[in-house]
C-alpha cells in the first residue's frame, strides 16, 4: 500500500509549502537515474520542505547565494566518499556516480544526510533509505551509517510515529518529530533548477600533461591556475615596503605577486595584499598574525615553537587559509632568497619547514602531491584541474 505524505502531516501555518517547477526528464539525464515516484510527487506538491522540524528535503531548486541543488549534490557526494573510507571496505558504500551509489536527498538539523540506497533495485520505486548519522541519534555512535528497509516516504512516517512500530528497522530512528510541513525557511523565492551544460576541457591533453606531470615552475602554474589580467597589489612599492619591514622579501615571492596579485589559491589560501597602505597594510596583518600567534603560545609554549619576526630566524607570514592556518617564512640569515617556507597549522601540531621553493610549493599543493599538516589539498579521487584556480582581488579586499 502506497504511504502518502499528507495521511500523516499538515501544513505550517507561517511557511506553508510551496511547489518549484521541475522539468524532470532534464534532471534525470543530468543524473543518469530515474527517481522514485514518491519522491517527484513530494516535489511537485510541496517544493523544498523542512520537514518535521528537523528534516531539509531538497529537491531540484536553486537560490542564489544559498543553494544550488547540482552543487549541493556534488559536494554531498564528495563528502560522502571521503568519509565512506573510514568504513571496512566490504561495508563501504559506492557513492553516485558510481553504479548502484548512495544518492542524496536531504539532510537534519543535526547534520546527518539522507540517501537512497541505488543498489537495491533497478526500480527506483524500491529504493530505501542509508542516513549517514552524525551522532546526534542515541545509540547511534559517532559518524555511523545506517541502511533502513523502509522507502522515502515510509521512513518520514517512522519519525513522525506515535509510538514504536514492530516490526522496526535497525538503527537508530529519528523522532518522534512533530507531522508539520514548510516551505524550507532559507530557500523562501527558491527558483527552478537547470542542470548545467557539459563544460568543455580548460586544456588540451597536452596542457593538462604538462600541468599535472611534466611541467614545473611558472609554466606550470599558469596552466594550473591562470593569472588575472590585471593583478592587484596596492598602491604603494616594493621599497616603500621593504624599508618599512627592515628587510626585503624572497625574489620569488615578488615575482610571483607581480603576476598574481594579491587573492585567493585554490578558494581556500589567501595571500596578502602586499603594497597596500594605510589601516590594512602587510604589516598590519603580520602583527594581527603574530599577536595571536604571541597570546596562544603564552599558554601552551610547547605546541607555540616558532620564533616570531622580527627576531632573527623569526616566523614572517604572507598568506592564510580559510580555515587559519598560515604560510610564512622563517626569516634565517641575510639572504630572503634562502628563507624557507613554514606552514603555523591551525589545527595540527607544528611540523617542519617545507622543502620547496614558493611556487614549486603552490604547483605541488594544486597537484595534490603535497602531503604537509596545514596545506589542505585536492582528494585522492578528485580532479586536481576542477579545484585549482585563483581569484584576484581588488582594493575592497579585506587581506
Known amino acids: 500500500m502506497t504511504v502518502d505524505l499528507a495521511d500523516f502531516t ?45 528534516f531539509w528535503i531538497h529537491v531540484p531548486c536553486v ?67 542509508v542516513v549517514r548519522h552524525q551522532g546526534s541519534v542515541p545509540g547511534s555512535g559517532l559518524r555511523d551509517w545506517h541502511a533502513y528497509d523502509l522507502t522515502l516516504t515510509e521512513y518520514l512516517r517512522h519519525a513522525v510515529r506515535d509510538g514504536w512500530e514492530l516490526p522496526h528497522p ?16 532559507f530557500l523562501s523565492t527558491a527558483a527552478p533548477w537547470t542542470p548545467p551544460e557539459p563544460v568543455p576541457p580548460r586544456l588540451t591533453a597536452e596542457e593538462r600533461r604538462v600541468a599535472l606531470e611534466t611541467g614545473a615552475g611558472l609554466d606550470a602554474l599558469r596552466l594550473l591556475s591562470p593569472p588575472p589580467e590585471h593583478p592587484y597589489l596596492g598602491g604603494g612599492t616594493w621599497d616603500g615596503l621593504f624599508a618599512e619591514l627592515g628587510t626585503r622579501l624572497p625574489g620569488e615571492y615578488t615575482r610571483l ?41 603564552s599558554g601552551y609554549p610547547e605546541e607555540y615553537p616558532l620564533t616570531l619576526w622580527p627576531e632573527p630566524g623569526g616566523f614572517l607570514p604572507f598568506a592564510n587559509s580559510i580555515d587559519a592556518d598560515h604560510l610564512g617564512w622563517l ?53 586536481p584541474l576542477e579545484s585549482a584556480g585563483f581569484e584576484a582581488w581588488d582594493d575592497r579586499a579585506y587581506w
Do not use: N
Open 10 to 54: 499538515a501544513p505550517d501555518g507561517e511557511r506553508p509549502p510551496a511547489p518549484v517547477p521541475v522539468d524532470w526528464a532534464a534532471v534525470e539525464e543530468w543524473l543518469g537515474v530515474r527517481l522514485p515516484g514518491e519522491y517527484k510527487r513530494l516535489a511537485d506538491r510541496y517544493g523544498p520542505l523542512d520537514f518535521g522540524e528537523f
Open 63 to 129: 537560490e542564489e547565494g544559498r543553494f544550488d541543488y547540482g552543487q549541493w549534490l556534488r559536494e554531498t557526494h564528495r563528502e560522502a566518499r571521503i568519509e565512506a573510507r573510514d568504513l571496512p571496505e566490504a561495508e563501504r558504500h559506492a557513492i553516485h556516480p558510481e553504479p548502484g551509489g548512495l544518492l542524496a536527498w536531504g539532510v537534519t538539523r543535526g547534520s546527518d544526510t539522507l540517501f537512497w540506497d541505488t543498489s537495491v533495485s533497478t526500480d527506483p520505486d524500491e529504493w530505501t533509505v
Open 170 to 185: 535497525p538503527g537508530p530512528l529519528m523522532g518522534p518529530l512533530p507531522g508539520r510541513v514548510a516551505r524550507t525557511a
Open 257 to 297: 605577486m607581480d603576476v598574481y596579485g594579491a587573492g585567493c589559491w585554490s578558494e581556500w589560501l589567501r595571500f596578502l595584499t602586499p603594497l597596500r597602505t594605510g589601516q590594512r597594510r602587510f604589516v598590519t596583518h603580520v602583527e594581527e598574525v603574530l599577536e595571536a600567534y604571541r597570546s596562544l603560545g
Open 331 to 383: 626569516t634565517e640569515g641575510d639572504d630572503p632568497d634562502a628563507w624557507p617556507l613554514v606552514v603555523w597549522p591551525r589545527h595540527a601540531p607544528q611540523g617542519a619547514p617545507l622543502e620547496g621553493g614558493l611556487v614549486d610549493t603552490l604547483v605541488a599543493w594544486q597537484r595534490g602531491r603535497l602531503v604537509t599538516h596545514g596545506l589542505a589539498g585536492p582528494d585522492e579521487e578528485d580532479d
